[in-house]
């Protein structure tokens, strides 16, 4: 008959555990702005350099106002040409009343000269129009940033004829102060998310894709209004200051959702869970030393540790290392302990049974 089985072996914990939701999300700018001309020209300055930051209102480019401030001289002098005439032609319309009213002229020469005025009404009213369209390409020479953010590569040069309809854009503006991150989490998870949001806010957390580097903290903001049904996922949507420009668009990261506190939890390490062919199951070593075979059912995992929902109580020793070794009632010593003395394991607060390689 063979000698015991040596294992290693932790000590079932309770404790408070915080439950996370993961799933894989894109980095989304809130606002991405392409900016074009409005008018034609030469574009006469830039006045931005890659990958500065502007702010809403700053001048970024300035195309040839030339051709605008004459378009706007010629509409201001046909509205001081109109406006004489018109005086004139009110002149005129007070004789002829006079006229009029003395029997000199017609009725029909008088309506014609009130016409005349009316005309002149209409032409200022136009010219007036013209000066402020001349006004608004003059304001168009002069491009703007229409939101705070980050410039990305210059796409046209200095000297250089832009138009209107050109299908590129000069260059383009990012916010990326704050960001929003879109992640997808299986649609069982919704009610739960969905209770949680009622009262409070939800944590995210994001991670680089390795998972090793925590990069932002943010908040959940809102739920798309329908589930995908070809992947049965659902998309959300969290915010992220992202003060150190540690998230970058299109970037993708691993998110972590914060939901609750599980209170009292049964902890144990992952590596003690073993998949059956019809359930889990974990070792248990018992006073005398031996092995029981002991169905439990696994709340979550989380990073390496299980929450478990059935089947453990606190205080109880459970194999993290061996197990492939061992049968229910099999005789058992923990690792670094001849003897099997049970007490030898530390319980560290790593959760590693003694002889436990980091």
Known sequence: MGGPVSVGIVTVQKKDVPFYLTGLGSVTALNTVTMHTRVDGQIMKVAFTEGQFVHAGDVLVEIDPRPFEVALDQAQGQLAK????????????????????????????????????????GAIQSD????????????????TAPISGRVGLRLVDSGNIVHATDANGMLVITEVQPIS????????????????MRGRQLPVEA????????????MLQTIDNQI???????????????SDLS???????NIRLFL??????????????????????????????????RPVQVDFSQGNDSVIRQGLQAGEQVVVDGQDKLQNGARTAVHGSPSGDKSSNGGGADGRAPGQNP
């Open 82 to 121: 109109d406006i004489a005439s018109q005086n004139d032609a009110k002149v005129d319309l007070g004789r002829y009343e006079t006229l009029w009213k003395e029997g000199v002229i017609a009725r029909q020469q008088l309506d014609s000269q009130q016409a005349t005025v009316g005309q002149f009404d």
């Open 128 to 143: 007036q129009a013209q000066i402020a369209n001349a006004k608004l390409q003059l304001t168009y020479s002069h491009i």
């Open 181 to 196: 991150v879109i992640f997808t989490l299986p649609e069982d998870n919704l009610p739960q998310v969905v209770a949680e």
């Open 207 to 218: 991670y680089s894709r390795d998972n090793n580097a925590k990069l932002a903290d943010g």
């Open 228 to 242: 995908d049904q070809t992947t049965g996922t659902i998309r959300f949507k969290a915010q992220f200051q992202n």
């Open 247 to 253: 998230l970058w668009p299109n970037q993708f990261v």
């Open 260 to 293: 609750n506190i599980r209170k009292d939890a049964l902890v144990i390490p992952s590596a003690a869970v073993q998949k059956g062919a019809q359930q889990t199951f974990v070792y248990v070593i018992k006073s005398d030393n031996t092995a029981e075979y």
